[in-house]
């Protein structure tokens, strides 16, 4: 296995997460079996060196290896059998085949909403009650609006959070944008979201205390500018995956990314790095929504940026007074880590970056 | 291909963007945006995919000629005949 090859998939209140191999090597022992229910921190498999070594050869073991999902031990000295190919070759998730089963249910009579067409919990679920897609309540929060609940309850507990807001004339931005998508097809249109998606990682390359995580009572800045994005569920609920090094992204590349983040977080299959890698998240009210939103920092990041709908208003350009597209801009910040001089020049940076769309 | 058999492909598509919209559930006046409530994302998706399905690339600025299923239908079948 490489790494980055997702060893498991954990069903959890925000949906199923895929969690990645943080090592390369074989799989020399599966311990754990597909559906069976394991205690947090029980070992999966074991994960031995890339090559069968020699008798003299030892492998380094990691040091920085979680304990959650997988362990590294020295390997056998020689493997006869690949890596478990379970989840592309049945195309399903273990908890939707443990749930088959237990319903009676034939997977192979299922269409999967999952990426490549598997099958998740949610699919056999729904195929048992195809009217009932809303998630149990029971009296109470659903699951997802726990989570939520508790990111948020622990945001507003400890961080000071303090807002600047930025009104931005974008206009200019979204005519570029109509100019661009006019001749390409519906696949390669870009939306407004993702130009400003762009445009926020860029401006946050000028103001690096807006950027990284305060854990253990510091912040450490992020190198990588990876920016969340905030996606609401149909039905209820948010999540924030986020993209890796959205500075660095085309336009095109970002567009894709967030198209894809989408797609899988409403068919639930997110990967655990794309939940955690998140260094400055982006929430959007949309194109036809409210104009401005405070937004509550996603912990451990130290600030997040809300885009309000675009709105048209009248808007001095030289010395006329003319209707254009205005959006708003709301940066929350962690006053722990930064002031306001800081959240005020990452807004006129933002405003100068879509002044020229052209270079995002 | 009749308005009955566009209006099937347009709401198989839309349950397909959003799976908790059940096709039968939907009227077709209903707004895509106010009573289906598709994001610009969703929108695109749905674009994309009658594109692929149909052959026929809507432009940006006729979205809001697509914006209930009838009028969806009406639009496709314009583009179909002529």
Known sequence: ??????????????????IESFEAGIVTELIASVGQ???????????????????EAVPEPSSKQPSVAVASKLSAPKVTAGPPRSLTSIGASPA????????????????????????????????????????????????????????MVRSKREIPHFSASHTIETQG???????????????ERVLLGAVLVKAAALAARSVKTLNGHFTDGAFVPSDEINTGVAISLRGGGLIAP?????DTMSLDDVMAGMRDLVTRARSGRLRGSEMTRGTLTVSSLGENGAEQMTGV???????????GAPQVRPWVVGDAIIPREVTNFVLSADHRVCDGLQASKYLTVLAEKLSRPEEL | MNDSEIRDIVLSEIHKVAPDIDPAD???????QDDLELDSMDILS???????????????????????PAKAVRYLAGKITG
Do not use: C
Not at chain 1, 114 to 141: C, F, H, Q, R, Y
């Open chain 2, 46 to 68: 749905l674009v994309t995919a009658l594109h692929e399905r149909l052959g026929i690339s809507i432009p940006e600025a006729e979205y809001p000629e697509i914006d209930t």
């Open chain 1, 37 to 55: 229910t394991v205690p947090v921190g029980q070992e999966l498999a074991w994960i031995g060196a890339e090559e069968p070594p020699t008798v």
């Open chain 1, 242 to 246: 986020a993209l890796h090094r959205t």
């Open chain 1, 297 to 307: 920092i996603f912990p451990p990041q130290v600030a997040l940026l809300t885009v």
């Open chain 1, 96 to 151: 939707a085949r443990r749930a088959a089963h237990k319903l009676g249910i034939d997977l192979s009579t299922l269409q999967g909403s999952g990426p490549g067409g598997a099958i998740v919990l949610a699919d056999v679920e729904a195929s048992e009650k195809p009217k009932n897609i809303a998630k149990t309540t029971e009296g109470g929060l659903s699951e997802m609006r726990k989570a939520v609940a508790a990111a």
């Open chain 1, 1 to 18: 296995m490489r790494r980055g090859d997702v060893v498991a998939v954990v069903e959890t209140q925000k949906g199923a997460i895929e």
């Open chain 1, 173 to 187: 931005v979204s005519d570029w944008l109509a100019a661009r998508n006019s001749d390409r097809p519906p696949s």
């Open chain 2, 26 to 32: 939907v009227s077709d006046d209903d707004h895509l």
